[in-house]
């Protein structure tokens, strides 16, 4: 009875997306540093958030939430990149060498231990030699 009545006043709503568990986690964070620290303006930020993020579940204005949505996402993806660059990166690190071209400032990967070599960027065609 209680999940009929939910799923009839959720219908036409937005709902939740990656933005709203993202608030939820800043939520989550936000209020563990201010019980830390004793910080009562931590704690009406965290309230900030979390009334943002339940208004943006509860909202009917689908097309504005999707549009907030798409650009968070925008600028969550390139964080992750951003990370997960740096984490291959240090996997291959007793494997690979990489070095930026000189011209097109492509990064470019290139087996370790292999001497001078002269590298050719896939992008600019250029060549360029370096010890590996």
Known sequence: MILNWLRRFMYGRYGTDQLDIALLVLYCV?????RIFGLISLSILALAVVVYALFRMLSRN???RS???QKFLSIWYKIKGWFTKRKYRLNDRKTH????????KQT???PKGKGKIEITCPHCQRHFIKKT
Do not use: F
């Not at 070095?99 to 097109?104: K, L």
């Open 108 to 110: 470019l990967r290139v």
């Open 62 to 64: 689908i097309p504005a």
């Open 67 to 69: 549009k907030e949505n």
């Open 30 to 34: 936000i209020l563990v540093i201010a």
């Open 97 to 104: 060498r990489y070095y930026h071209c000189p011209s097109c």
